[in-house]
């Protein structure tokens, strides 16, 4: 069984920071990508921030430049660190692995359980 633990989010104001990771749990898989998503309030979930087995990263125009995407393969976690938070980050922030497990072929989606948040003006 695979499965993704989320931790870190919160309060904070605007212009403060905040690191969020991810960790996957279980044993006998590899994973590929890894990835934030971020869902706000009336507003279809959007891609973040990715992160490639290789290193090469991407960012939403909007988080470009305030964001920091990273991930250590030999412990299977990815973090975030995002500086210069604005309110219109808010929202419930999910990690997504493509993992595959030994005995497949096939990656699949793995959520984590989301955590909130939330910048004040």
């Known amino acids: 069984q695979v499965q993704l633990v989320e931790s870190g989010g919160g309060l904070v104001q605007a212009g403060g920071s905040l690191r969020l990771s991810c960790a996957a749990s279980?044993?006998?898989?590899?994973?590929?990508?890894m990835a934030w998503y971020r869902q706000a309030p009336g507003k279809q979930r959007e891609l973040v921030a990715q992160?490639?087995?290789?290193?090469?990263?991407y960012y939403a125009e909007s988080v470009k430049g305030r964001f920091t995407i990273s991930r250590d393969n030999a412990k299977n976690t990815m973090d975030m660190r995002m500086n210069n938070l604005k309110p219109e980050d808010t929202g419930v922030y999910s990690c997504?692995?493509?993992?595959?497990?030994?005995?497949?072929?096939?990656?699949?989606?793995?959520w984590g359980q989301g955590t909130q948040v939330t910048v004040s003006s």
């Open positions: 997504n692995f493509a993992i595959r497990r030994r005995r497949s072929d096939v990656y699949r989606d793995y």
């Open positions: 279980g044993s006998d898989f590899s994973i590929n990508t």
């Open positions: 992160i490639l087995s290789i290193g090469i990263t």
